[in-house]
């Protein structure tokens, strides 16, 4: 006899049972694995696809070793739960993609029947990724009472710098000698510098002009003006994921955003070397709080020597900078930009390998 909710369920038809199992199984956000019994691929959801950099298609029915380094503490795991028959929960477990990627999972391995040899389904959660969730809601947070403050600023400042500049412009009228107009002039290029500065930090000021677009179209006229830019001494590589579809977005605005972090790249190579631009798509992931089926990425890698240590937690704050002649605002603009687009750039960066990911949610 079937109790009152299988009752419930028993009138669905067969398919639509199954069809919703997998739908759960596609938008789970944690990685699960299915191996049968001699460890080999049985299934692989779309979060697990990207976490293990290995598609369903090429995975299935290959030794799970040929996607992980299967070392010593994982295969005693694997073992442990088929030979005890009882799940095992592992926390921050190390575990390295042969493509050289390293995660620190929060591991739950649990047999499923058959009962002698279990097959095995693996949970993965990766605790990085957990931390960059809370790192990007509180660098939101410092950005939008940084915001705040400009915004006050610089209405302050604009007003009477305005006055400042018209009152210089009515004196150099009344000034004869071309020497004290020299100062006038002065008084006139600074305020006009200042205002461009204040402009600068509030920001692009124009709503978002969105429209259908892919995303090689941006990095493709980042490329071209790079090269051209910099005659020739640095060099733009490309390494595209072509299937990637269009989204909606503001490509001028998308354009700044890359060229803001080629250029600090130049800069950081003195100003010749190879600039590296990768596209890729990620699945099932949270941006700004909010889920996403699908995520464009696009890292900027740079060769230079790393961004100082002391200023990689202020980084995207206006102001922050080690050069002489930047104000420290291209990065806050480029993080304001991708925030407007639902977005985010992270920061990953060492000695002769800086990479700044832009990642866009794509909603179609
Ligand atoms: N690829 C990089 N490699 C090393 N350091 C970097 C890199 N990108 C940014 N930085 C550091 O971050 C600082 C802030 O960058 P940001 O673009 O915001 O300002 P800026 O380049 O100094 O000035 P502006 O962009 O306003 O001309 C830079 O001064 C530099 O020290
Ligand atoms: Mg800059």
Known sequence: MSSAGSQALDHLPPQDGAGLEDAIF??????????????????????????????IERSRGIPFERLIDLDESWRSLLMQVQSEHFATVKREMPMMLHSGAQYCVDLIISPLPPTTKPRLLLELNPVDRLN???EDAHLRDAQASMRKVIKGLAHEVKNPLGGIRGAAQLLARELDDSKLTEYTDVIM??????RTLVDRMLGPRERLATRPMNIHEVLERVRQLTEAESDGAIEVERDYDPSLP????????LTQVILNITRNAGQAMSGQGT???????RRQYTLAGKRHKLVCSVDIIDTGPGVPEALLDQLFLPMVTSGTKGNGLGLSIAQMIANRHGGLIQCDSE????CFTLLLPMET
């Open 246 to 253: 269009e989204f909606e977005a503001d490509p001028d605005q």
């Open 351 to 354: 000695p002769g390998n800086t």
């Open 275 to 281: 600039i590296t631009l990768r596209s890729r798509a």
């Open 26 to 55: 596609d938008a789970l956000a944690t990685a699960v694995v299915m191996l049968d019994p001699e460890w080999r691929v049985i299934s692989l959801n779309p979060a697990g696809q990207t976490m293990l950099e290995a598609s």
């Open 189 to 194: 290029e600074e305020a006009d510098r200042l």
């Open 132 to 134: 960059a969730i809370s």
